[in-house]
T-cell receptor, first 115, second 111 residues
Framework: AAGVIQSPRHLIKEKRETATLKCYPI?????VYWYQQGPGQDPQFLIS???????DKGSIPDRFSAQQFSDYHSELNMSSLELGDSALYFC??????????????FGDGTRLSIL | DAKTTQPTSMDCAEGRAANLPCNHS???????VYWYRQIHSQGPQYIIHGLKNNETNEMASLIITEDRKSSTLILPHATLRDTAVYYCISNLGGGADGLTFGKGTHLIIQP
């Protein structure tokens, strides 16, 4: 079965640069979520979108923004990168608000390294 | 989301049933219990979820106490590939609410 696709798998940037991570949800899924997992940490929720509208917001820094497009894919834009932004970034997708108790399914993540 | 507590780590012999407990004493009536696992640096993998009835799928069984204050995830025949961090998460389900991951249980399957 098709899974959540994230690109790129690995990304290396320098401090103060910008980065864009992409997420392609499972077909028919209309809700996407972004999570950040620092080294040795548990995943932390950043933000979610349902039908192209921001739905829930977690601990997303002001330097980060995200959006969901008409084909339901999503992009996480990160600016003024800091060393502490080095982490795994996971995207998840699900059937959204119109369906109760639908689980989230995660991609394999993007590993972002800031030099 | 209600707070959940799990043991930090557990061992289980290969081929035996692995029983992972979770306490969620403050869970509200409309919150589901979800279980995910994460195998080293891979994306979290959905296992199972339930509201108040016991649930079973091809991966595991979920036993929820009648008062819903705790639950147990059962992997019936653990294999080495089941070594992972297991997360018990309470969530309203549906909508687009983010999941709150706690510390989870590091399950180690011993050969």
């Amino acid at each position: 079965a098709a899974g959540v696709i994230q690109s790129p798998r690995h990304l290396i940037k320098e401090k103060r640069e910008t980065a864009t991570l992409k997420c392609y949800p499972i077909p028919r899924h209309d809700t996407v979520y972004w999570y950040q997992q620092g080294p040795g940490q548990d995943p932390q929720f950043l933000i979610s979108f349902y039908e192209k509208m921001q739905s829930d917001k977690g601990s997303i820094p002001d330097r980060f923004s995200a959006q969901q497009f008409s084909d339901y894919h999503s992009e996480l834009n990160m600016s003024s990168l800091e060393l502490g932004d080095s982490a795994l970034y996971f995207c998840a997708s699900s059937l959204g608000a119109g369906f109760s108790n639908q689980p989230q399914h995660f991609g394999d993540g993007t590993r972002l390294s800031i030099l | 989301d209600a707070k959940t507590t799990q043991p930090t780590s557990m061992d289980c012999a290969e081929g035996r049933a692995a029983n992972l407990p979770c306490n969620h004493s403050t869970i509200s009536g409309n919150e589901y219990v979800y279980w995910y696992r994460q195998i080293h640096s891979q994306g979290p993998q959905y296992i199972i979820h339930g509201l108040k009835n016991n649930e079973t799928n091809e991966m595991a069984s979920l036993i929820i106490t009648e008062d819903r204050k705790s639950s147990t995830l059962i992997l019936p025949h653990a294999t080495l590939r089941d070594t992972a961090v297991y997360y018990c998460i309470s969530n309203l389900g549906g909508g687009a609410d983010g999941l709150t991951f706690g510390k989870g249980t590091h399950l180690i399957i011993q050969p």
